[in-house]
């Protein structure tokens, strides 16, 4: 399990999981994209990220996630969130992001899909 002031990945199985546990603004998306790069590089290809301790995400964050989930089906995985909340879902929806990475009201559920 990894761990920095702001996230937390730990395992389920063959799937990593990211906490986020800070709002996602454009220094804190270069956290994430850090992270996910690194997950990526160790050949990781199941990611679920968990918002449920976000209240706000900028379009920079959502970008990021995006052009991960892209990356992760090239190689044959996906990315998937869960706990967004109205707010961080209305997000994803005006920018049309949800058309692109899948979003779970669950952690269970986000898991499942895999």
């Known amino acids: 399990m990894a761990r920095t002031e702001l996230m937390t990945v730990r395992d389920s199985a063959d799937i990593k999981i ?10 804190a998306a270069l956290d994430l994209r850090k992270i996910l790069d690194g997950l990526i590089a160790n050949k990781v290809d199941k990611v679920v990220v968990n918002f449920s301790e ?3 995400i900028n379009s920079t964050a959502v970008g990021t996630l995006v052009g ?11 990315l998937k969130l869960c706990h967004l909340g ?5 997000t994803f929806n005006l920018i049309g992001a949800s058309s692109v990475v899948e979003i ?4 269970k559920s986000a898991l499942a899909a895999f």
């Open 86 to 90: 109205p707010p961080l879902t209305r």
């Open 104 to 107: 779970y009201e669950s952690e």
């Open 18 to 27: 990211i906490d986020v546990m800070t709002d996602l603004s454009s220094y």
């Open 68 to 78: 991960i989930a892209k990356r992760l089906r090239q190689n044959g995985g996906d």
């Open 54 to 56: 976000v209240n706000h």
